[in-house]
Each structure stands twice: as structure tokens, then as C-alpha cells.
């Protein structure tokens, strides 16, 4: 147990230890300072001004910076739509594989688009070469930039005095794609590959298995068959096993997995290579890229609270925004990894299944690989649903009712416990906003965040910020339950079948991009409905942020006085961490109770 828990410590000290130096450099980037790589990225930056005609000295305001990002994100969209569409003349097809339907291409649009990377689909049985480097690559990259560009604007609008504008939007994407993303995925690529997760362009291949499996009629595996290769027949206990079939070959994927592995990590995108994500021994071989991939997830949205705390100049701040987050993540992490520790009754029941961690993980091992057990995938499962992630080394569909129920609860509370790249801050500072609006209402005095005053303007767009994730969700899986065409998608019925549908339509609000595996989302009408849940939650956040940052660079600063509010002391963080739970709390109580709650309480 204690070597259990110093695994769980190592790999948060990790984090914090290389998300303080990448934080500085992002800062450093985004006030156009020189760095180590300066020399280097700056010739191609100028470059890509010149190709793209960007006036460098244009300070756009808020409405012109909106405008900027939904022109950008909708090209894109469009891109990816008809990309997919015609996968199947284009070249980068080794596969021959066709074009995808409407709505399925609809949704993978819109989900690489938002950050999200929600996949209805197996990536490599679906989509082309071609489709996975230009199209969700790219994606990749640009949508996780755009979060970060926002969250710079923001930033800005509480930095500069009467002003109106907030900064480029086209330099901000410029720099953070050359400057941050790319170098820093180079790195990854090249460790993940080093590793042993594939990089290649080869078709996929079949492979000769070292011994030959049986399976029945329905493509369950056989046990203990007796197999006859020679008359091609499968015996059990000494009756021929009709319909059965004889396995020799198994298929393997190839391409170039590893460079979309590490900007699904570091952009929190999450959306796999391959179908079953992170579990897959080709995208996560070994222990070496299982921590790698898992430190990637947080080290960006970690990183930002301490650009934040730079930018600002006040370097408590950040660490407050840090702490608040981090706080929740542990909480959030015990709890899940006690939960599977411990498993369920039904489990230990009669001792069917040893639970006991002798000589082995121990504790509710369904779903999860036997090469990281739980202490990984547990902290991977926390990590991936707080940082609005969304990829997996374990199935949360197998994980207790407490333990995702926790999964679920982090991406409801609107993907603020550090959350994706620059969108997880940007939100959190929205629930500080509406934090200090409550403090000063119990003080009686007029609120104040960073040395400018918050107003009745401010407060609305960030209830907006706050409530478009819970609004999305609770509307958009409203809708689902009530339709009987998706009790035919879901494989369980009761409590944890409404846990699917919650989870999927809160995987898509929270933009993360995970899912239950037992929740089969490929139908038009969820195809289409998860698509506008995730516009939804995306695009609205980003324009109240913006709306807000446009109202506060106008602003003067205010004085310090012994009267001001702290927002960088301990009660601070507490009262912030209070106001995202009770948020949280009362918008989906009701929900988690006839969900994962029912479910949990139904087994004792």
C-alpha cells in the first residue's frame, strides 16, 4: 500500500516540476521575449505573417478577436467535413477504405474542431492516412491553440489599463503552434517512438499468430479447444463445436501513430489512433510511454497558472488558481483510486474473485490493462477527465459506480480542475470572477479580481461561462432519454445504462472526448445532437470569455487597500473550490443520483 501511494505522489511531483519551467517559457513566448528557440522559429514566423498577410501590429478588439476564432474554427470544420466525405478518391488511402457517412463526418468535424475528439468510430478500420495526419492532426494542433489564444486575450483584459484592444489573434495562434506546440510534440514524438508506439506510413499488416485460436459463431474465443488444423475442425471435450472457426492470423494496424499521440496528449484532444485509444499496446507499449502520455495530458493546462501568475505579475495568484485545481484533482483522484482498490461487494463476494494486492494489482481489475493495474489507471482516468483529455489506458465503462461516477463529475463541473489547454484556466478565472461577486456581496462591498472592478456586465457573461457546459449536458441527455432509439444504443439497462447516456453527453459538453465503452454512439440523431452539444459547449464559453476580457481592458486599475478582498490566501482557494462544487453540485445531483448514485446503492 505505501509503494501505492508514492506511486500516486511521484506522479503529480512529476507534473509540477516540469509544468513551472514550461510555464515561464509560454510566457515568455506570449510577450514576444526571445527564448532558447528564438533564432531558430522567429524567421518562421515572419514568414508565415508575410504568406498569410497578417498586419503583426493590429491590437484587434473583443467583437473582431470573436469573429477571428469562429471564421478560423468554421474553415476548419469545413475542411475536415468534406475531407472525410471524399477520403475514398483521395490519395493517403492504403486501406481503400470509403468515405464516411454524413453524420458520423459531421461529428468528427465538429469534434476536432472543438477540442473534444469525441470518436463514434475505430480510427484505424475508419479513417485514411490522408484523413488522421492533415485532418485530425492538424486539428489537433490549431483547436488547442485557439483555447490558448483565449485565455491570452482574457489575460491581457485584466493587464492593460483603458484599452480596447486584447492582442492578434493570428500571432497568438502563430506563436503558440510554432513556438510551444510543435517543438514541444517533436520532443514527445520522438520519446514515444523511441518507446515503441508506431510512426510509419505502411499498410496494415496480417501476422501469423504463435498458436492458432478457436471461436465460436458469435467471435467469442473458444477455451481449452482442441484445434485440428489438418481437417480445419475445433473439438471441446471431444464434440465437434459447430459453427466454429479457426483463427490463425490477426491484424495489425500501422501508420503514423506516434505524431498524433503527442499532441493528443499535450493539446488535451484525447482522440486515439487506434479504437481502444491509449489500451492499445501499438499507441502505449510500456510503462516508459504510459507515463509519458499520462504527464502530457496535464502539463500544458498545469503550465498555464504559472504563465498566469507571470503575465500578471503576481505569481501567488497563479499558484492560488493552482492549488484550487490541484486540491480537487487529488481529492478527485483518492477517491476513484480507493474505489477500485476496494471494488465491489459483488466482487469479493464469496470469494469468487481475489481482490486481495498479494503478489498482484488486486482490488476491481475489469477493464483495465494488466501491464499498468490501478494505481495508472486510475490516475490516468483522473488526469484525462480533468484536463478535459478524454483518451484512456482503461475502459471506464468497468470502473465501480463511485469510481465513475468521479470520471463523470470532473467533466461536469465544466472542465475548470485544470481543464483542457487555456480553456480549463479561462474557465476556472470565470468561477473566480463569480467567486469574488459573492464574497463582496457578503462584505458589502463593490467586488474586485486583479485590480479591476466587476460589474453586473462581467458577472452575466461569466454565469454564461459557467453554465453553458451544465446547460449542454442536461439538455442535450434530457433529450436522449426520453427517445426510445437510444435505449437501443445503450448494451445495459437500469442505472448504469443512464450513466452511459450521461456520460457520453457530458463527455461531449465537458469537451473530453471519453466515453463508456457500452454506450454505442454511432446513430444519426446522437451523431448530430452530440455535435451541436459540443458547439455549444465550446463557442459560447469563448465568446463570454472574450466578451468579458473586451469590457475589463477598458477598465482602470484599483488601489490595494486593507479593505480588498485576497484572492491569493488560503481562504480564497476554498471558497473558489466551494463555489465550482456547489455549482457542480446542484445542476447535477439529480442526475448522479438516478445514475452512478442508484447504482452504487443498489449494491449492498
Known amino acids: 500500500m505505501t509503494g501505492t501511494i508514492l506511486q500516486y505522489v511521484i506522479y503529480l511531483l512529476v507534473l509540477v516540476v516540469l509544468a513551472i519551467p514550461l510555464g515561464a517559457y509560454i510566457k515568455k513566448v506570449m510577450n514576444g521575449e526571445k527564448t532558447f528557440l528564438s533564432r531558430l522559429l522567429i524567421p518562421c514566423e515572419k514568414l508565415v505573417y508575410k504568406v498569410m498577410r497578417v498586419d503583426i501590429s493590429e491590437d484587434m478588439n473583443w467583437k473582431k478577436y470573436v469573429i477571428s476564432v469562429l471564421v478560423?474554427?468554421?474553415?476548419?470544420?469545413?475542411?475536415?467535413?468534406?475531407?472525410?466525405?471524399?477520403?475514398?478518391?483521395?490519395?493517403?488511402?492504403?486501406?481503400?477504405?470509403?468515405?464516411?457517412?454524413?453524420?458520423?463526418?459531421?461529428?468528427?468535424?465538429?469534434?476536432?474542431?472543438?477540442?473534444?475528439?469525441?470518436?463514434?468510430?475505430?480510427?484505424?478500420?475508419?479513417?485514411?492516412?490522408?484523413t488522421q495526419a492533415v485532418g485530425l492532426t492538424v486539428q489537433n494542433f490549431v483547436s488547442a491553440a485557439t483555447g490558448i489564444a483565449v485565455l491570452f486575450a482574457l489575460i491581457r483584459g485584466f493587464m492593460k489599463v483603458k484599452s480596447k484592444g486584447l492582442g492578434n489573434f493570428w500571432v497568438d495562434m502563430t506563436r503558440i503552434v510554432l513556438h510551444i506546440l510543435i517543438p514541444l510534440n517533436l520532443v514527445i514524438a520522438i520519446l514515444l517512438v523511441a518507446g515503441g508506439v508506431i510512426q510509419n506510413f505502411e499498410p496494415a499488416q496480417n501476422v501469423s499468430l504463435v498458436e492458432p485460436i478457436a471461436v465460436n459463431d458469435k467471435?467469442?474465443?473458444?477455451?481449452?479447444?482442441?484445434?485440428?488444423?489438418?481437417?480445419?475442425?475445433?473439438?471441446?471435450?471431444?464434440?465437434?463445436?459447430?459453427?466454429?472457426?479457426?483463427?490463425?492470423?490477426?491484424?495489425?494496424?500501422?501508420?503514423?501513430?506516434?505524431?498524433?499521440?503527442?499532441?493528443?496528449?499535450?493539446?488535451?484532444?484525447?482522440?486515439?489512433?487506434?479504437?481502444?485509444n491509449s489500451a492499445h499496446p501499438l499507441e502505449n507499449p510500456n510503462a516508459f510511454t504510459n507515463l509519458l502520455e499520462?504527464?502530457?495530458?496535464l502539463?500544458?493546462?498545469?503550465?498555464?497558472?504559472?504563465?498566469?501568475?507571470?503575465?500578471?505579475?503576481?505569481?501567488?495568484?497563479?499558484?492560488?488558481?493552482?492549488?484550487?485545481?490541484?486540491?480537487?484533482?487529488?481529492?478527485?483522484?483518492?477517491?476513484?483510486?480507493?474505489?477500485?482498490?476496494?471494488?465491489t461487494p459483488q466482487l469479493a463476494q464469496g470469494g469468487n474473485v481475489d481482490i486481495s494486492m498479494?503478489?498482484?494489482?488486486?482490488?476491481?481489475?475489469?477493464?483495465?490493462?494488466?501491464?499498468?493495474?490501478?494505481?495508472?489507471?486510475?490516475?490516468?482516468?483522473?488526469?484525462?477527465?480533468?484536463?478535459?483529455?478524454?483518451s484512456v489506458n482503461s475502459m471506464h465503462d468497468s470502473y465501480t459506480p463511485l469510481g465513475g461516477m468521479i470520471t463523470m463529475l470532473l467533466m461536469q463541473l465544466g472542465e475548470v480542475i485544470f481543464g483542457g489547454v487555456g480553456c480549463g484556466l479561462y474557465g476556472m478565472l470565470a468561477f473566480a470572477i463569480l467567486t469574488v461577486f459573492i464574497a463582496g456581496l457578503m462584505v458589502g462591498r463593490t467586488p474586485e479580481f486583479l485590480g479591476k472592478k466587476i460589474e453586473p456586465y462581467e458577472m452575466k457573461w461569466a454565469v454564461v461561462?459557467?453554465?453553458?457546459?451544465?446547460?449542454?449536458?442536461?439538455?442535450?441527455?434530457?433529450?436522449?432519454?426520453?427517445?426510445?432509439?437510444?435505449?437501443?444504443?445503450?448494451?445495459?439497462?437500469?442505472?448504469?445504462?443512464l450513466s452511459e447516456i450521461?456520460?457520453?453527453?457530458?463527455?461531449?459538453?465537458?469537451?473530453?472526448?471519453?466515453?463508456?465503452?457500452?454506450?454505442?454512439?454511432?446513430?444519426?440523431?446522437?451523431?448530430?445532437?452530440?455535435?451541436?452539444?459540443?458547439?455549444?459547449?465550446?463557442?459560447?464559453?469563448?465568446?463570454?470569455?472574450?466578451?468579458?476580457?473586451?469590457?475589463?481592458?477598458?477598465?482602470?486599475?484599483?488601489?490595494?487597500?486593507?479593505?480588498?478582498?485576497?484572492?491569493?490566501?488560503?481562504?480564497?482557494?476554498?471558497?473558489?473550490?466551494?463555489?465550482?462544487?456547489?455549482?457542480?453540485?446542484?445542476?447535477?445531483?439529480?442526475?448522479?443520483?438516478?445514475?452512478?448514485?442508484?447504482?452504487?446503492?443498489?449494491?449492498?
Open 358 to 390: 498479494v503478489d498482484q494489482p488486486g482490488g476491481n481489475m475489469e477493464g483495465k490493462e494488466a501491464r499498468f493495474g490501478i494505481a495508472t489507471s486510475a490516475t490516468w482516468a483522473a488526469y484525462t477527465t480533468a484536463a478535459s483529455n478524454g
Open 465 to 497: 461561462v459557467c453554465l453553458a457546459t451544465p446547460i449542454a449536458i442536461l439538455i442535450g441527455s434530457g433529450i436522449a432519454t426520453a427517445l426510445p432509439s437510444t435505449v437501443d444504443s445503450i448494451n445495459n439497462g437500469g442505472a448504469h445504462g
Open 219 to 276: 467471435g467469442e474465443i473458444i477455451e481449452n479447444a482442441n484445434i485440428d488444423l489438418n481437417s480445419q475442425t475445433v473439438r471441446l471435450n471431444g464434440q465437434i463445436v459447430s459453427g466454429a472457426k479457426i483463427v490463425t492470423e490477426q491484424f495489425v494496424p500501422m501508420g503514423p501513430a506516434a505524431s498524433q499521440v503527442a499532441i493528443k496528449q499535450t493539446g488535451t484532444n484525447g482522440g486515439g489512433y487506434m479504437g481502444v
Open 294 to 297: 499520462m504527464i502530457s495530458i
Open 72 to 130: 478560423f474554427s468554421g474553415i476548419g470544420l469545413v475542411f475536415l467535413f468534406l475531407l472525410q466525405l471524399l477520403q475514398g478518391v483521395l490519395l493517403g488511402n492504403p486501406q481503400g477504405l470509403s468515405g464516411v457517412k454524413w453524420d458520423l463526418s459531421f461529428n468528427t468535424a465538429v469534434s476536432f474542431v472543438t477540442n473534444t475528439n469525441w470518436q463514434a468510430y475505430s480510427g484505424e478500420s475508419t479513417l485514411s492516412y490522408l
Open 502 to 604: 450521461l456520460y457520453a453527453y457530458s463527455s461531449c459538453g465537458g469537451n473530453n472526448g471519453s466515453a463508456f465503452a457500452g454506450f454505442n454512439a454511432n446513430t444519426v440523431f446522437l451523431n448530430v445532437s452530440l455535435g451541436l452539444v459540443m458547439l455549444f459547449a465550446r463557442f459560447i464559453p469563448i465568446i463570454g470569455t472574450l466578451a468579458i476580457a473586451g469590457n475589463l481592458v477598458t477598465k482602470k486599475k484599483i488601489a490595494v487597500t486593507v479593505g480588498t478582498l485576497s484572492t491569493t490566501n488560503v481562504m480564497f482557494v476554498f471558497l473558489l473550490i466551494f463555489i465550482v462544487l456547489l455549482v457542480g453540485a446542484l445542476c447535477f445531483f439529480p442526475a448522479l443520483a438516478l445514475g452512478p448514485l442508484a447504482e452504487l446503492f443498489s449494491m449492498f
Open 299 to 343: 502539463l500544458i493546462p498545469a503550465a498555464l497558472c504559472f504563465s498566469f501568475g507571470s503575465m500578471i505579475k503576481n505569481k501567488k495568484q497563479g499558484i492560488a488558481i493552482f492549488s484550487a485545481m490541484g486540491i480537487c484533482l487529488v481529492l478527485a483522484l483518492g477517491v476513484i483510486a480507493v474505489s477500485e482498490q476496494y471494488a
